[in-house]
């Protein structure tokens, strides 16, 4: 009989641990999800807060609880912003930013293509050359630019944005993509080369459709930039049919002083754009940044 009972205990022994391993893995699964969800929040919250604090009337900003839903909530801030040429700015931000981003990205990539594939003296140096430029900070360089501008007759346009956006993007961008272009494959460049391909087919065959989370994170980067850039702006800028949406603000919190809500209604409109490329590109701009680093 004694001898009977103890395998028995064994068995019930041995299945009491499992579970307690089981409870204490699942504890440690727990642990991470928990600790994720609380930086969601403490991270998503500034852009609720933004949101509800932009239906507030202004009479019930200063009653509500800040941190609840409005208890009348109305879009008569936003149609307040947008009926003070919010919609110009916005389409001058848009101009400036998808022609910056477009140039970045094809100089870059054909510098990249010369520098990673066509290895001499020459692309060698041009390469130090941009990495130099990655050291110069924008503040140093505004007085030099903004002499340039002038004396090329683009000061208060559009153009005068977006030169210097190029010149301070390309630097990064031809890092991101050297970085991930030297990994493709060598047998691939020269199988193309041998069945007399020749580089601008290399090019747009072989290096771009590879080269597409760099390109993709270099188009996200760079957007986010120079969507937010407000240096530039304040100095070669000076007319209001040329503002930027990081001016505008500016010029909207002067001009809605004690209209709180108005303000956060400017700048949640202003930032919307970023946070859905964010939202949607997220995994293609951390998979672009890691993957040239990580091969």
Not at 201 to 208: A, C, D, K, M, P
């Amino acid at each position: 009989m004694g001898v009977g009972i103890l395998p028995e205990k064994a068995a019930a022994n041995q299945q009491q641990l499992k579970k307690q391993r089981r409870s204490s893995s699942n504890l440690w699964e727990i642990i991470p999800i928990l600790f994720g969800v609380i930086w969601l929040i403490i991270a998503f919250y500034p852009v609720l807060y933004m949101f509800m604090t932009s239906l507030r009337p202004l009479t019930d900003f200063f009653t509500d609880i800040p941190w609840l839903p409005p208890t009348h909530p109305t879009f008569a801030n936003y149609g307040d912003i947008l009926s003070n040429d919010f919609g110009l700015y916005f389409a001058n931000t848009a101009f400036v930013t998808v022609c910056s981003v477009l140039l970045i990205v094809v100089v870059s990539l054909f510098a990249s293509y010369a520098i990673s594939k066509i290895r001499n003296g020459f692309t060698q140096a041009v390469f130090s050359l941009f990495l130099v430029g990655l050291a110069i900070p924008l503040q140093a360089t505004i007085i030099p630019i903004y002499a340039m501008i002038t004396d090329l007759h683009l000061y208060d346009t559009l153009f005068a944005l977006i030169l210097p956006s190029v010149a301070f993007g390309i630097p990064l961008s031809i890092l991101v993509l050297v970085t991930y272009i030297r990994d493709i494959p060598k047998e691939l460049h020269e199988s193309m080369l041998l069945d007399g391909a020749g580089h601008f087919r290399i090019l747009r065959s072989l290096v771009v459709p590879l080269s597409r989370p760099a390109l993709i994170t270099v188009v996200i980067y760079e957007t986010i930039q120079v969507w937010n850039g407000f240096l530039f702006p304040l100095v070669l800028t000076q007319s209001a049919s040329v503002r930027v949406l990081p001016l505008a603000l500016w010029s909207f919190q002067g001009q809605y002083t004690t209209n709180v809500p108005a303000i956060l209604a400017a700048v949640f409109l202003s930032a919307t754009p970023i946070i859905l490329l964010y939202i949607f590109g997220r995994r293609q701009l951390l998979g672009g940044l890691v993957a040239g680093f990580s091969k």
